[in-house]
């Protein structure tokens, strides 16, 4: 067993488009500001609260940031799976700084999209249904990747008329699994 673990789950809203930057050797590194929010009501007034937390995450895996600059867009909801690190840098000043970010790189990197994909003229372009059940999603794992999501995955849905899209399973299964 490790010693230690340094694993970092947000589920979030991106509150702009992603940045992705382009190498010359045909590399991409993509950089996405993802908000996370709770809210309660206050018990001494009554009022509703609300509480906001940026988090800025770079993407470092090719496959995964092609997917982000492909389908993600300002207020998508993601799911990332990543490690905290830590950089040390130099500002105009020559004075030292840090940014602490959320990384996805290697083979444990999981992004997944919530809501569908939002083509660049806006909209679902796939993953989505017609008529009320689960919106499909694309799970992108950068040692891979798990086409599905939850249940719509890569599949055009187009003309769904209802339940969940694609997946292959019927909505009332009838089993004995008792959960």
């Not at 509703?48 to 600059?69: D, F, P, R």
Request: with cysteine; net charge negative; proline share 2%.
């Amino acid at each position: 067993m490790a010693g230690s673990v340094n694993k970092v789950i947000i589920v979030g809203n991106l509150g702009a488009d992603p940045e992705v930057k382009s190498f010359q050797n045909g590399g991409k590194i993509c950089n996405l500001r993802v908000a996370t929010s709770e809210s309660w009501n206050d018990r001494a007034t009554g009022e509703k609260k609300e509480k906001t937390q940026w988090h800025q995450v770079v993407i470092k895996s090719e496959g995964l940031a092609g997917v982000a600059e492909r389908f993600l867009r300002k207020g998508s909801k993601v799911y990332l799976e990543g490690q905290i690190e830590t950089r040390k840098w130099q500002d105009n000043s020559g004075n030292d700084r840090y940014s602490t970010e959320v990384v996805l790189s290697g083979p444990r990197a999981v992004m997944t999209m919530l809501d569908g994909a939002k083509s660049a003229g806006g909209g679902d372009s796939w993953g989505g249904n017609s008529g009320g059940g689960q919106s499909g999603g694309y799970n992108q794992q950068s040692g891979g990747g798990n086409q599905g999501g939850q249940s719509g995955g890569w599949g055009q849905t187009s003309g769904s008329s209802g339940g969940s899209s694609g997946g292959g399973f019927d909505d009332d299964l009838d089993d004995d699994v008792p959960f």
